[in-house]
């Protein structure tokens, strides 16, 4: 959630682990559903031989481009594909793929695209707010903190940011804007800064971390997308296939969690992890971004 220095090269998280826990039959049938620059899909195709597939799903055309370099020399089919994960059932069939052995969700951004202008979410540079991973969405963060009403604007904050200062920021952005449209990153992470005060001094993260993370995860619907992924699964999974999800906020984490029990409850998934798998001290020191990472896997039965 936290926004960090980050390089442009993306170090993919729990990847010894995945590695450790997750065997693939030589042809299996992989979705890296959020394929990203390739990293964990390059780890897992040197366990797969020429029969095998990764099916890689990106809403965020320059990851498929740095995805495609990184592929280019395994041995195993590659297919990838600019769509959401929310439509990973159609997509499959229009490949047509019934069923597959793994499907991978590494959820979040990659570091590049944090610092990218063209993508608009970072508070620490000023640029363009625009927060849309997927430029065929139609709204964007800059339509949400112009157009919404105040009591919406709060609620959004408070259910996807968690942030309990949500009614005073959204009174601090209403205010501004009968003045001025808010155009820039800059301008809502100042706004921010200045409803919450000396808030900044006392807590560990930036002021603007919990309302960025509120518009991007409304923006991009990610928590709706999320629950499409996951209620696809069970359907698309063979017998001992394999799901597993690496979230980054407590938010994805729930869904995640709830979904496996249900699942299991009703005799479909077998829980591999009872708790989550985290980063060990030794990776997060390597790389701030598995601070948070929780990775929860689950078999098909
Ligand atoms: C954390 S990165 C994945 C990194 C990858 N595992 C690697 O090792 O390089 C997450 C990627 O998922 C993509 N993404 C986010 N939400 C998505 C969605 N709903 N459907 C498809 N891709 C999505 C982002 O554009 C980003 O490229």
Do not use: W
Request: glycine share 4%.
């Amino acid at each position: 959630m936290e926004e960090d220095k980050q390089t442009a090269e993306h170090i993919p998280v729990l990847a010894k682990t995945l590695v450790e826990q997750i065997n693939l039959p030589q042809e299996a049938v992989m979705v890296d559903a959020t394929i990203g620059h390739g990293g964990h899909s390059f780890l897992f195709a040197k366990q797969l031989s020429s029969k095998g597939i990764i099916f890689g799903m990106d809403v965020d055309e320059d990851s498929l481009s740095k995805a495609k370099q990184t592929l280019k020399d395994v041995n195993c089919r590659v297919v990838l594909v600019h769509s959401n994960f929310s439509q990973i059932s159609e997509q499959l069939g229009e490949h047509g793929i019934e069923k597959v052995d793994f499907i991978l969700a590494d959820l979040g951004l990659c570091s590049a695209q944090i610092t990218n202008e063209n993508l608009g979410l970072s508070f620490q540079t000023n640029m363009p707010l625009d927060m849309r991973i997927d430029k065929r969405l139609q709204h964007n963060a800059a339509d949400i903190v112009n157009r919404t009403d105040e009591k919406s604007l709060a609620d959004l904050i408070f259910k996807y940011g968690e942030d309990r200062a949500s009614r005073r920021i959204a009174r601090f952005i209403v205010s501004y804007r009968k003045e001025n449209k808010i155009t820039t990153t800059g301008q809502l992470a100042g706004i921010i800064c200045k409803a919450l005060g000396n808030r900044k001094n006392r807590s560990r993260i930036h002021p603007a971390t919990r309302t960025f993370q509120a518009l991007r995860i409304a923006v991009n619907q990610e928590l709706e997308n999320l629950e499409k992924l996951l209620a696809s699964a069970p359907k698309l999974l063979n017998k001992d296939g394999l799901i597993a999800i690496i979230s980054f906020h407590s938010l994805e984490d729930r869904i995640v969690k709830y979904d496996f029990r249900q699942n299991k409850a009703d005799g479909i998934y077998d829980i591999l992890t009872k708790k989550p798998l985290i980063s060990s001290k030794e990776e997060i020191d390597e790389n701030q971004r598995a601070r948070s990472a929780k990775l929860r896997i689950a078999m098909k039965r």
